[in-house]
Protein backbone atom coordinates (compact mmCIF):
# COMPACT_ATOMS: atom_id res chain seq x y z
CA UNK A 1 0.00 0.00 0.00
CA UNK A 2 1.58 3.80 -0.87
CA UNK A 3 0.39 5.88 1.88
CA UNK A 4 2.79 8.70 0.29
CA UNK A 5 1.27 12.27 0.77
CA UNK A 6 0.83 13.87 -2.96
CA UNK A 7 3.40 16.49 -3.91
CA UNK A 8 2.40 20.36 -3.23
CA UNK A 9 2.15 21.85 -6.71
CA UNK A 10 1.59 25.46 -5.19
CA UNK A 11 2.92 26.36 -2.12
CA UNK A 12 1.99 29.82 -0.61
CA UNK A 13 3.39 31.36 2.52
CA UNK A 14 2.87 34.40 5.32
CA UNK A 15 1.33 35.79 2.30
CA UNK A 16 0.18 39.39 2.48
CA UNK A 17 -1.95 41.90 0.01
CA UNK A 18 -3.02 45.40 0.37
CA UNK A 19 -4.26 47.82 -1.86
CA UNK A 20 -3.16 51.35 -0.63
CA UNK A 21 -3.67 51.34 3.23
CA UNK A 22 -6.40 48.35 2.84
CA UNK A 23 -5.02 45.15 3.76
CA UNK A 24 -7.07 42.69 1.37
CA UNK A 25 -5.36 39.19 2.36
CA UNK A 26 -3.27 38.69 5.60
CA UNK A 27 -0.74 36.11 6.46
CA UNK A 28 -1.95 33.67 4.08
CA UNK A 29 -0.38 29.95 4.36
CA UNK A 30 -1.81 27.26 1.88
CA UNK A 31 -0.39 24.15 0.25
CA UNK A 32 -2.21 22.69 -3.20
CA UNK A 33 -1.42 19.23 -3.78
CA UNK A 34 -0.57 17.42 -7.32
CA UNK A 35 -4.24 15.79 -8.62
CA UNK A 36 -6.74 17.28 -5.95
CA UNK A 37 -9.39 19.23 -6.49
CA UNK A 38 -8.75 22.55 -4.15
CA UNK A 39 -12.30 24.79 -3.57
CA UNK A 40 -11.86 28.24 -2.71
CA UNK A 41 -14.73 29.91 -1.02
CA UNK A 42 -15.75 33.13 1.17
CA UNK A 43 -18.34 35.44 1.11
CA UNK A 44 -17.80 39.03 -1.37
CA UNK A 45 -14.75 41.12 -0.16
CA UNK A 46 -13.49 37.34 1.48
CA UNK A 47 -10.16 37.95 -0.94
CA UNK A 48 -10.97 35.37 -3.03
CA UNK A 49 -10.51 36.29 -6.50
CA UNK A 50 -7.51 38.71 -5.03
CA UNK A 51 -6.13 35.03 -4.28
CA UNK A 52 -6.67 33.86 -7.26
CA UNK A 53 -5.05 36.56 -9.32
CA UNK A 54 -1.60 36.46 -6.93
CA UNK A 55 -1.47 32.66 -8.00
CA UNK A 56 -1.80 33.69 -11.14
CA UNK A 57 1.16 36.05 -10.94
CA UNK A 58 -1.39 38.82 -12.68
CA UNK A 59 -0.81 41.14 -9.27
CA UNK A 60 2.27 41.09 -7.30
CA UNK A 61 1.46 40.60 -3.25
CA UNK A 62 3.16 43.22 -1.03
CA UNK A 63 4.61 40.66 0.77
CA UNK A 64 5.46 36.45 1.40
CA UNK A 65 5.98 33.87 -1.37
CA UNK A 66 4.19 31.63 -4.21
CA UNK A 67 5.99 28.90 -5.12
CA UNK A 68 4.58 26.93 -8.20
CA UNK A 69 5.79 24.25 -9.68
CA UNK A 70 8.68 24.83 -6.71
CA UNK A 71 9.57 28.48 -8.25
CA UNK A 72 8.67 31.31 -6.31
CA UNK A 73 6.45 33.30 -8.90
CA UNK A 74 6.97 36.69 -6.85
CA UNK A 75 10.78 36.59 -7.54
CA UNK A 76 11.37 34.90 -10.85
CA UNK A 77 11.59 36.96 -13.90
CA UNK A 78 9.10 37.40 -16.89
CA UNK A 79 10.58 34.54 -18.92
CA UNK A 80 10.49 32.15 -16.27
CA UNK A 81 7.01 33.12 -15.55
CA UNK A 82 6.06 32.80 -19.02
CA UNK A 83 6.89 29.25 -18.93
CA UNK A 84 5.08 28.22 -15.89
CA UNK A 85 2.15 30.13 -17.28
CA UNK A 86 2.28 27.37 -20.37
CA UNK A 87 1.33 24.80 -17.78
CA UNK A 88 -1.79 26.56 -16.59
CA UNK A 89 -5.07 26.44 -18.03
CA UNK A 90 -7.36 29.66 -17.04
CA UNK A 91 -11.47 29.62 -17.43
CA UNK A 92 -12.74 32.92 -16.76
CA UNK A 93 -16.07 34.01 -15.00
CA UNK A 94 -17.40 35.19 -17.61
CA UNK A 95 -15.54 32.76 -20.77
CA UNK A 96 -13.76 35.68 -22.21
CA UNK A 97 -14.54 34.74 -25.70
CA UNK A 98 -13.68 36.97 -28.32
CA UNK A 99 -17.28 37.85 -29.88
CA UNK A 100 -15.39 38.96 -33.47
CA UNK A 101 -14.18 34.56 -33.96
CA UNK A 102 -15.85 31.62 -34.23
CA UNK A 103 -15.69 29.30 -31.14
CA UNK A 104 -13.08 27.10 -32.64
CA UNK A 105 -10.68 30.33 -33.46
CA UNK A 106 -11.11 31.27 -29.95
CA UNK A 107 -9.97 27.46 -28.42
CA UNK A 108 -7.02 27.44 -30.65
CA UNK A 109 -5.74 31.07 -29.46
CA UNK A 110 -3.34 29.46 -27.10
CA UNK A 111 -1.77 27.58 -29.49
CA UNK A 112 -1.83 30.03 -32.03
CA UNK A 113 0.27 32.54 -29.47
CA UNK A 114 2.29 29.23 -27.82
CA UNK A 115 2.94 26.79 -31.15
CA UNK A 116 4.21 26.73 -34.50
CA UNK A 117 1.72 23.75 -34.85
CA UNK A 118 0.31 23.61 -38.99
CA UNK A 119 -3.50 24.23 -39.40
CA UNK A 120 -4.92 21.15 -39.58
CA UNK A 121 -3.08 20.07 -36.64
CA UNK A 122 -4.34 23.27 -34.54
CA UNK A 123 -8.02 22.23 -35.87
CA UNK A 124 -8.19 18.58 -34.47
CA UNK A 125 -6.96 19.31 -30.80
CA UNK A 126 -9.57 21.84 -31.19
CA UNK A 127 -11.92 19.55 -32.14
CA UNK A 128 -10.99 17.16 -29.65
CA UNK A 129 -11.71 19.87 -26.57
CA UNK A 130 -14.72 20.47 -27.81
CA UNK A 131 -15.26 16.52 -27.59
CA UNK A 132 -14.64 16.63 -23.79
CA UNK A 133 -16.87 19.41 -22.83
CA UNK A 134 -19.89 18.12 -24.76
CA UNK A 135 -19.82 20.73 -27.63
CA UNK A 136 -18.66 18.56 -30.46
CA UNK A 137 -20.39 20.13 -33.62
CA UNK A 138 -19.96 24.03 -32.05
CA UNK A 139 -17.21 25.33 -33.66
CA UNK A 140 -17.94 27.19 -36.33
CA UNK A 141 -21.18 28.95 -34.28
CA UNK A 142 -19.74 32.55 -33.08
CA UNK A 143 -19.80 33.15 -29.15
CA UNK A 144 -23.37 34.99 -29.57
CA UNK A 145 -24.97 32.29 -30.79
CA UNK A 146 -24.61 30.38 -27.83
CA UNK A 147 -26.56 29.75 -24.23
CA UNK A 148 -24.76 30.46 -21.02
CA UNK A 149 -23.90 26.68 -20.10
CA UNK A 150 -21.94 26.44 -23.46
CA UNK A 151 -20.20 29.95 -23.17
CA UNK A 152 -18.34 28.16 -20.45
CA UNK A 153 -17.86 25.02 -21.60
CA UNK A 154 -16.39 26.49 -24.58
CA UNK A 155 -13.67 28.31 -22.35
CA UNK A 156 -13.22 25.33 -20.81
CA UNK A 157 -12.09 23.91 -23.83
CA UNK A 158 -10.21 26.75 -24.81
CA UNK A 159 -8.48 26.30 -21.13
CA UNK A 160 -7.40 22.38 -21.60
CA UNK A 161 -6.08 23.00 -25.36
CA UNK A 162 -2.60 22.89 -24.01
CA UNK A 163 -3.39 20.43 -21.65
CA UNK A 164 -2.76 22.09 -18.31
CA UNK A 165 -0.81 20.87 -14.88
CA UNK A 166 -2.66 23.17 -13.37
CA UNK A 167 -6.43 24.46 -13.85
CA UNK A 168 -8.42 27.17 -12.93
CA UNK A 169 -11.93 27.88 -12.91
CA UNK A 170 -13.26 31.03 -11.57
CA UNK A 171 -16.87 31.47 -10.42
CA UNK A 172 -17.78 27.93 -12.78
CA UNK A 173 -21.82 28.10 -12.39
CA UNK A 174 -22.27 31.77 -11.73
CA UNK A 175 -25.51 33.00 -14.08
CA UNK A 176 -26.41 29.30 -14.64
CA UNK A 177 -29.57 27.25 -13.87
CA UNK A 178 -29.28 24.35 -11.38
CA UNK A 179 -29.42 21.40 -13.93
CA UNK A 180 -26.65 23.10 -16.08
CA UNK A 181 -24.75 23.72 -13.10
CA UNK A 182 -25.11 20.36 -12.39
CA UNK A 183 -23.71 19.50 -15.56
CA UNK A 184 -20.45 21.70 -15.26
CA UNK A 185 -19.67 20.34 -11.85
CA UNK A 186 -19.53 16.38 -13.39
CA UNK A 187 -17.44 17.76 -16.32
CA UNK A 188 -15.29 18.88 -13.50
CA UNK A 189 -14.55 15.69 -12.27
CA UNK A 190 -14.55 14.37 -15.53
CA UNK A 191 -11.57 16.25 -16.35
CA UNK A 192 -9.68 15.75 -13.09
CA UNK A 193 -9.95 11.77 -13.77
CA UNK A 194 -9.19 11.88 -17.35
CA UNK A 195 -6.35 14.18 -17.33
CA UNK A 196 -4.49 14.39 -13.82
CA UNK A 197 -4.56 17.69 -13.44
CA UNK A 198 -4.51 19.83 -10.52
CA UNK A 199 -7.99 22.17 -10.55
CA UNK A 200 -8.59 24.94 -8.08
CA UNK A 201 -11.82 26.47 -8.20
CA UNK A 202 -12.89 29.73 -6.85
CA UNK A 203 -16.65 30.19 -6.11
CA UNK A 204 -19.53 31.24 -3.59
CA UNK A 205 -21.95 28.47 -4.57
CA UNK A 206 -22.06 25.52 -1.74
CA UNK A 207 -24.22 22.73 -3.33
CA UNK A 208 -21.05 22.92 -5.94
CA UNK A 209 -18.32 22.90 -3.82
CA UNK A 210 -19.45 19.99 -1.24
CA UNK A 211 -19.92 18.04 -4.83
CA UNK A 212 -16.66 18.90 -6.54
CA UNK A 213 -13.90 19.40 -3.64
CA UNK A 214 -11.18 17.29 -2.40
CA UNK A 215 -10.21 20.04 0.26
CA UNK A 216 -11.44 23.49 0.46
CA UNK A 217 -10.12 26.97 1.69
CA UNK A 218 -12.18 29.34 3.23
CA UNK A 219 -11.32 33.01 3.29
CA UNK A 220 -12.99 35.58 5.84
CA UNK A 221 -12.13 39.26 5.52
CA UNK A 222 -8.46 38.60 3.87
CA UNK A 223 -7.73 35.71 6.06
CA UNK A 224 -7.66 32.19 5.61
CA UNK A 225 -10.24 30.64 8.13
CA UNK A 226 -9.54 27.25 7.61
CA UNK A 227 -8.56 24.27 5.03
CA UNK A 228 -10.50 20.95 4.92
CA UNK A 229 -11.94 18.01 3.36
CA UNK A 230 -15.90 18.22 3.21
CA UNK A 231 -16.72 17.21 6.27
CA UNK A 232 -14.21 18.88 8.10
CA UNK A 233 -15.51 22.39 6.99
CA UNK A 234 -19.22 21.48 6.95
CA UNK A 235 -18.83 20.44 11.23
CA UNK A 236 -16.21 23.13 11.94
CA UNK A 237 -16.45 24.93 15.08
CA UNK A 238 -15.76 28.71 13.47
CA UNK A 239 -18.67 30.65 13.66
CA UNK A 240 -18.09 32.94 10.64
CA UNK A 241 -18.11 29.26 8.49
CA UNK A 242 -21.27 27.85 10.00
CA UNK A 243 -22.70 30.99 8.95
CA UNK A 244 -21.64 30.93 5.75
CA UNK A 245 -23.19 27.10 5.42
CA UNK A 246 -26.42 27.89 6.73
CA UNK A 247 -26.65 31.39 4.87
CA UNK A 248 -27.59 33.13 8.57
CA UNK A 249 -26.87 37.18 8.11
CA UNK A 250 -24.04 38.78 10.26
CA UNK A 251 -25.13 41.46 12.64
CA UNK A 252 -22.52 43.88 13.08
CA UNK A 253 -22.74 46.03 15.90
CA UNK A 254 -22.14 49.88 14.74
CA UNK A 255 -19.96 52.54 16.65
CA UNK A 256 -21.60 55.94 15.83
CA UNK A 257 -18.81 57.79 15.97
CA UNK A 258 -16.43 55.54 13.57
CA UNK A 259 -19.66 55.45 11.23
CA UNK A 260 -19.98 59.41 11.73
CA UNK A 261 -16.07 59.75 10.57
CA UNK A 262 -16.46 57.01 7.85
CA UNK A 263 -19.11 59.58 6.24
CA UNK A 264 -17.49 62.76 6.76
CA UNK A 265 -13.67 61.73 5.77
CA UNK A 266 -12.28 63.29 2.91
CA UNK A 267 -11.79 60.43 0.61
CA UNK A 268 -10.08 63.09 -2.13
CA UNK A 269 -6.60 62.00 -0.91
CA UNK A 270 -7.20 58.06 -0.87
CA UNK A 271 -5.72 55.63 -3.13
CA UNK A 272 -8.37 53.87 -5.49
Do not use: W
Request: glycine share 8%.
Amino acid sequence: MNDKTPENVIEVRDLFMHYGDRAVLSGINLDIRAGEIMVIMGGSGSGKTTLMRNLLGLIKPTSGSICIFGKDITRISSRELYAIRRKIGVAFQGGALLGSMSVAANIELPLRHHTKLDENTMRIMSRMKLEVVNLAGFENLMPSELSGGMLKRAALARAIIMDPSLLFFDEPSAGLDPVVSAELDELILRLKQAMKVTIIVVTHELESAFKIADRITVLGHGHLLMTGTVDEVQHSGIEAIQDMINRRPRDEAINADEYLARLTADRSQQRI
